[in-house]
């Protein structure tokens, strides 16, 4: 039997979901579906077996959209049974896929309450499946049942997480973890860096990531992106699209912009207190930062240069900082540059330097979210790879 | 963010051999401080003025070893005083 840990933030909000939940099916919100595991079905050996049933999810922000015109599920487990040895007609076999990662469905179910109207709310869809099936299995076995979520649920009706974070209880460090749960912040730009910072952020319990890039996740990303993309993955889908997906196994709160930020768009960042600029060189950074200036949302920019020296790599790593109180710095040490090609133009990225960027700017967020101690109260920071040396300047003593 | 911050003392410039790092690269300098206009030009001679650079520097002399170098400003150096000079807009 499967019993995973499970998200209750859609199901609390729901009265449907919540209702399955409180009737003890093993219910899981997983990739935009819903899932329900453990329910018994007859397999064509007369044996009492155990699928998944699987219904797409319709929701919209929060809220949950009736499933009304999506009346079909799908079936993890083989074809189902009647106690009376014939095949239930509803259910017809799929090419197997995997309809979310990691799971496999073989058969699409179909059937209505009437002809003409599909079922109001997932409860009445899936208790209406879930019957069907389970009613011949226990039949056969009066031991089975499908309502197994008899398990420990998550008190914490308002985590972001899909499971509990244990690795902070066990730290003893939940209390301070909590200072980021309120935040929502942007990252601009999902290249090697903005990846990274996604891969850390997504960690914390912030209540909303924004992503914003326009590019397709290509076979060179790969290279200097956290976790091990398959070649699958490399489907010239969206960078946002295909770190929700990743992320989405683990949390909720992810929302991709599949554009860059530009003026047209610019005010979306009003949703968001505070903002991870991890974009290369482009005449809409400076548009940006004023913007971000202007409206007092703190924020961080991130930059690397890398080049060849007797062939080896040198390079610098850049973590500048910007908060309503500390501004004066910016124009010094932001570089924009005009886009010139010149010899010594580079763009050498490698991924260790790109996490590396990354935790530094991650690092003073949490900071500035009094979640470590800032003793220096930087705004700007150099890390030189190749002396090893972070130097600190901009702190808020020295200013006059 | 003034020059006298990033260097205090003025002294008189003795006419001294220094060999400083500049991106990695040991380099003579002829006197006892170096300005962020003077590190670029000894790693890129050929930078455009408006072009814009990250100058970290280490091993510096004087009370504050590492930092970075803005336009306008200079720091006091000693033989091994490390630069690297780049344009930090990569991500």
């Known amino acids: 039997m499967e019993r995973r840990s499970m998200s209750t933030k859609l199901l609390t909000l729901d009265n449907h979901l919540k209702r399955l939940q409180e009737e003890e099916y093993n219910v899981e919100i997983r990739s935009n579906h819903l899932l329900v595991h453990d329910v018994p079905y007859l397999n064509e050996r007369h044996e009492a077996k155990y699928g998944t049933i699987v219904s797409t999810l319709e929701v919209n922000g929060d809220v949950i959209i009736s499933p009304l015109t999506q009346h079909v599920v799908f079936f993890t487990g083989e074809q189902p049974f009647k106690n009376d040895g014939s095949k239930f007609t509803f259910a017809s076999p799929v090419t197997p896929y995997d309809i979310i990662p990691g799971l496999k469905v073989y058969f699409q179910f179909s059937t209505k309450p009437s002809p003409d109207r599909g079922y109001d709310n997932y409860y009445d869809k899936m208790t209406r499946y879930i019957t069907l099936l389970s009613n011949e299995a226990m039949a056969v076995d009066s031991n089975v049942t499908p309502k197994t979520y008899a398990t420990i649920h998550d008190n914490d009706v308002d985590s972001v997480f899909r499971y509990r974070d244990t690795a902070s209880g066990r730290a003893g460090i939940s209390a301070i973890n909590a200072k980021l749960s309120s935040h929502k912040v942007a990252i601009v730009g999902l290249g090697g860096t903005g990846s990274y910072i996604l891969d850390l952020i997504a960690k914390t319990p912030v209540r909303e990531i924004h992503i914003y890039d326009g590019d397709e996740f290509l076979q060179h990303n790969a290279f200097r992106a956290p976790g091990a993309a398959s070649i699958k993955d490399l489907n010239r889908s969206k960078k946002v699209h295909y770190y929700f997906r990743i992320y989405s196994n683990m949390r909720y709160g992810i929302i991709p912009h599949s554009h860059h930020v530009d003026e047209s768009c610019i005010d979306l960042l009003k949703a968001v207190d505070f903002v991870f600029l991890s974009i290369d060189r482009n005449p809409i950074k400076r548009v940006i930062i004023d913007k971000l200036v202007s409206l007092n949302i703190p924020f961080i920019d991130c930059g690397m240069g890398v080049s060849k020296a007797n062939e080896k790599l040198r390079g610098t790593i850049r973590i500048t900082s910007c908060t309503p109180s500390k501004t004066d710095h910016l124009s010094t040490r932001i570089k924009y540059d005009n886009q010139s090609e010149n010899e010594y133009e580079t763009n050498i990225q490698v991924a260790d330097l790109n996490a590396l960027n990354a935790v530094f700017a991650v690092i003073k967020w949490k900071k500035m979210c009094r979640f470590y101690n800032d003793g220096c109260q930087e705004h700007h920071m150099t890390y030189s790879v190749s002396s090893n040396i972070i130097a600190n300047e901009d702190s808020l003593e020295t200013q006059s | ?91």
Do not use: C
């Open chain 2, 1 to 91: 963010m003034s020059e006298e911050q990033a260097h205090p003392e003025k002294e008189e410039h003795g006419k001294k051999e220094f060999t400083i790092i500049v991106n990695s690269t040991p380099k003579p300098w002829n006197d006892d401080e170096i300005s962020y206009d003077q590190v670029v030009k000894l790693a890129f001679p050929n930078a455009a003025p408006n072009e814009e650079f990250t100058v970290a520097y280490t091993m510096a002399e004087g009370k504050k070893k590492d930092g970075n170098l803005v336009k306008g400003q200079k720091v006091r150096i000693t033989n091994g005083t490390s630069f690297d000079v780049d344009k930090t807009t990569n991500s």
